[in-house]
């Protein structure tokens, strides 16, 4: 992990939520916004980890359900009545689903409609209980975890893929409204790609197993499809967010920023395409395609 001991600052007095943060992604752009001066608090619905990150991250700790819109009214109210504002939120807390049914012929009704719950549902309910709060503060940025699998097809992750790419329309939604009716509320949406983190191993091991084939074999595919060569660090997503939400990025809202080593644009690159890949973990999650 990247020293985060002296960095910019730029983000001294701000009050910063982000969903999702007890673990992995979450917890690295946490660490990363209180690194650039910000006071954080993260919510998750892993209450002891939350807690437990929370005490070693200096950070404040709310239970948090994101499908649950009245706990989401609660939570803007409490970190008004903690801090006097919002000015960050970062909609992080998503889910992938379960692997066994993905493609558009076998995906479960029930999985689908509980990944959009989580994945579109949980960022729109934390889109529109910011607005207020920001709209009380004179400004905010809310940045929204999208991913690569939003902007490109994913039949071996066929909600998911559908989820995130709603989470990327519905950006530029709010985007749009905000700037129309003068609130100073930039939104923007990340697009990570292939992200080592533990959900991102355990799935590895979910594939390698269905596959019948090393767990080291999925990382070296997942490895080989970046052009740049290796996986995007968690800490590489978190400066991302960190630059969307300070003064730095202005004058930007409604964008897309995509994290992912080359994989999105640099799209001629040849890398491990002759492999016959049948399903890849997330967050590559690929089965003859990409996240």
């Not at 992080?92 to 379960?98: K, Q, Y």
């Not at 809310?142 to 995130?164: D, E, H, M, R, W």
């Not at 399903?279 to 395609?289: E, Q």
């Amino acid at each position: 992990m990247r020293d985060q001991a002296n960095l910019t600052g730029r983000l001294h007095g701000k009050i910063a939520l982000v969903t999702g943060g007890a673990s992995g992604l979450g917890k690295a752009i946490a660490g990363r916004l209180a690194a650039d001066g910000a006071v954080v608090v993260i919510s998750d619905v892993q209450r002891d980890l939350g807690k437990a990150t929370a005490q070693e991250c200096g950070f404040t700790f709310l239970d948090h359900d994101v499908c649950d819109e009245q706990r989401w009214m609660e939570i803007v109210l409490t970190v008004e009545a903690q801090f006097g504002l919002l000015d960050i939120l970062v909609n992080n807390a998503g889910i992938l689903g379960r692997m066994d049914a993905v493609s558009p012929e076998n995906t479960r009704l029930a999985d689908w409609r509980r990944i959009f719950a989580v994945n579109v549902e949980g960022v729109f309910l934390g889109c529109r209980a910011a607005i207020p709060a920001m709209r009380r503060a004179g400004g905010g940025s809310i940045i929204n975890l999208s991913s690569v699998a939003g902007i490109q097809a994913t039949p071996f992750a066929t909600a998911y893929g559908a989820s995130k790419a709603a989470v990327r329309q519905l950006t530029k939604s709010v985007a749009q409204y905000c700037a129309q009716e003068r609130l100073n509320i930039r939104c923007n949406s990340v697009h990570p790609g292939n992200v080592r983190t533990p959900l991102w191993d355990r799935h590895a091991e979910e594939v390698a197993q269905a596959r019948g084939v090393p767990v080291e074999t999925i990382i070296k595919e997942g490895k080989d499809e970046i052009p740049l060569g290796d996986f995007t660090l968690p800490e590489d997503v978190a400066a991302a967010v960190s630059f969307l939400a300070s003064e730095d990025a202005r004058h930007v809202t409604g964008e897309k920023l995509i994290v992912a080593g080359g994989l999105v644009n640099c799209d001629t690159y040849m890398g491990n395409r002759n492999l016959q890949l049948e399903v890849k973990p997330p967050v590559a999650l690929r089965k003859k395609g990409r996240r």
